[in-house]
Structure formats: structure tokens, C-alpha cells
């Protein structure tokens, strides 16, 4: 199957099932509302804070069974089933679910290597004892005697390791797909093709992309001055306009999330044949 005819497929599809779709969406955000709400408790102080962390084992234990569940529901639909069913909340194989689950997270974890290492990196170097005077010298010297630069220089390496893990996350899009339909080797030397549909399936994202932008075009003038945003002399942008901002994004993507996955499930079924 081509990439574009994935598209015009994922676009029937739920242009046919609009209602489905919406209640598709509906339990998908809800499921992953359940799974990040220990994040909540990041507002508390003390030893609390750290339950925050019981979002892992609800992503791998819930979410993750979920999604599967939920590309059994899109592989129904481009068929002669519904997106919306009993499917998303089938509790059957659970343990060959969690299997994949815990298979899949190694394989993120390698593509997010160079990602974690930085981090770890980052925390041991700016964070203990290490004043904001040495963290901003430190930044000043890696950007050759320019602060800005160095910040720049700084932003440019997080997002090219967040793309790299991202383009592992796409590489692998299609595997849960391939496990609902019980083929394994459908995949075989297609999943290069299969991170290209997801790549292009970015233009869904693009009012959230759009949001995004905008709202980090507000942050830019801050970087002439940063010792000043780090003294607290610099008046920084409003934060609730920020959001306002990555809200509206947020609000218009949502209606186009079920045909970008759609658009990866179409394309791994179309293998088939």
C-alpha cells in the first residue's frame, strides 16, 4: 500500500464513523488522564512527591494494554467493524499484553539512550552544590564567551535527542498493529516505511505545532538577557496567555488524532495484501 492511499483510507474511515471517533477519543484521552494523574501529586510537599512516579507502572500496566486494545478497535474498523466497541476494553491475553508492553520499552529505551545519558549528565553537572553563577559560566564558556549562544547551542542538542527518540517511537508505530493482526513478520524490512508514514502524519499536529511555536516566539527576547531572567530583573511573558495559547492548539489537534493513527493502521493492514 502507498502512503497516500493510507490517508485517503484513514480518512474514510473515520469521515464514515465521526461519532465512533469521538467517543474512540473520548475513552483514549480518559485513559490517559487515569494513567499521568499520580502527576497531581507533584503539587504536594514532602514524601509524597514521589508517588508522582506511580505514572510508570499505570502506563505500562494500563496504557499500554490500551493502546493495543485500541489498534484492535481501528484494524475492526477498517473492516467491517466500529472504531467505538467492547474491544477497547477487552481484558483478554492481558499477559501477552504486558509481554509486549515490557518488550516495546526496551526497545524505546535504546532509541532514548543518548537522550537519558544527557540528562544524567546534565543533572550530575548543574545540580548539588552548583550555584546559578557557575551553571550561567558554565553555559557562557559553551557558547565561546556568548551566553545566548550557549543556550541556543543547548536547546539544539535536547531537540535533536527528543527527535531521535521520537523516530524510534515511530519506527516501532506499527508493531502493535502487527501484533493485533498476529503477524509478525509483517513488518519485515518495512518499518523504514512505516516511520515515513508517521512522519508525514505530522500534519495532523500542525495546530498544536503552530501553538507551540508561538508560544516559545514569546520566551526568544529573553534570551538577550538571560543572567537578567535568572536574577529575576527581567519581566518574563504571561504564563497564563502561554497557555491560553498551547490550549487552542491543543483543542484543534484533537479532532485530527484519530485519523493520524488511523493513517499508521491503515498502512500496516494494507501490507497484508
Known amino acids: 500500500m502507498k502512503i497516500s492511499q493510507a490517508f485517503r483510507t484513514a480518512y474514510r474511515t473515520v469521515s464514515e464513523q465521526k461519532t465512533e471517533a469521538l467517543k474512540f477519543l473520548t475513552v483514549e484521552i480518559a485513559l490517559t488522564g487515569i494513567c499521568l494523574s499520580p502527576l497531581l501529586f507533584l503539587t504536594e510537599k514532602g514524601w509524597l512527591q514521589y508517588l508522582a512516579a506511580l505514572c510508570a507502572p ?13 489498534a484492535a478497535a481501528m484494524q475492526d474498523s477498517l473492516g467491517e467493524g466500529k472504531l467505538f466497541s467492547l474491544r477497547l476494553a477487552d481484558p483478554g491475553n492481558y499477559g501477552r499484553k504486558i509481554g509486549y508492553a515490557f518488550s516495546r520499552l526496551g526497545l524505546l529505551i535504546l532509541w532514548s539512550l543518548p537522550l537519558i545519558g544527557a540528562l544524567i549528565f546534565a543533572w550530575d553537572k ?3 552544590d552548583t550555584d546559578g553563577l557557575t551553571v550561567m559560566n558554565m553555559i557562557y564558556e559553551f557558547g565561546g564567551q556568548d551566553m545566548k549562544t550557549g543556550v541556543i547551542r543547548l536547546l539544539l542538542i535536547l531537540a535533536g535527542l527528543l527527535i531521535l527518540a521520537a523516530l524510534g517511537a515511530g519506527f516501532h ?11 509478525k513478520e509483517l513488518l519485515k524490512g518495512k518499518r523504514l516505511k512505516v516511520l515515513l508514514c508517521r512522519i508525514c502524519s505530522v500534519g495532523f499536529l500542525l495546530p498544536l505545532i503552530i501553538a507551540g511555536v508561538a508560544a516559545a516566539m514569546r520566551y526568544v527576547p529573553l534570551l538577550d538577557n538571560v543572567s537578567g531572567v535568572v536574577s529575576g530583573d527581567v ?39
Open 126 to 128: 548543574y545540580s548539588g
Open 235 to 273: 519581566a518574563k511573558p504571561d504564563t497564563k496567555v502561554t497557555l491560553i495559547i498551547l490550549g487552542i492548539g491543543g483543542v484543534l489537534t484533537l479532532p485530527l488524532l484519530p485519523i493520524r493513527s488511523m493513517v499508521t493502521a491503515a498502512y500496516v493492514r494494507g501490507l497484508r495484501s
Open 58 to 70: 499505570l502506563w505500562l500496566l494500563v496504557k499500554i494494554p490500551a493502546r493495543l486494545n485500541a
Open 173 to 183: 508505530s506499527g508493531d502493535r498493529h502487527a501484533f493485533v493482526l498476529e503477524d
